[in-house]
Nanobody
């Protein structure tokens, strides 16, 4: 069953910003590390970043450092992915996933996934 729901994707111009949300249906997200992954057409799924239970950010790809970050709102049981200075190479379906441990870079280490939300960066 899908336990996480991503939202906030859409079409944005290069250089623009977008904030994605990851909300849980039956889990308390503060008890889990939350990974953000993305997959572009014809490409393998890659890790973007992971936010630990304590809020520490681990970047999984160098290209988003300085542009992307993540935060938690435990009162809303929601995790956010803030994306700034977007470029066409960021176009992909973005997924959040959860793990009841520390952050890792491997998708297989995460047990539950959302359905994904499309982010398209184009002029």
């Amino acid at each position: 069953q899908v336990q996480l729901v991503e939202s906030g994707g859409g079409l944005v111009q290069p250089g623009g910003s977008l904030r994605l949300s990851c909300a849980a249906s039956t889990f308390t997200l503060e008890n889990y590390a939350i990974g953000w992954f993305r997959q572009a057409p014809g490409k393998e799924r890659e890790g973007v970043l992971c936010i630990s239970r304590s809020g520490t950010i681990e970047y999984l790809v160098d290209s988003v450092k300085g542009r992307f970050t993540s935060s938690r709102d435990n009162a809303k049981n929601t995790v956010y992915l803030q994306m700034n200075r977007l470029n066409p190479e960021d176009t992909a379906v973005y997924y959040c996933a959860m793990r009841p441990h520390f952050c890792t870079a491997l998708p297989a280490d995460f047990g539950s996934w959302g359905q994904g939300t499309q982010v398209t960066v184009s002029s």
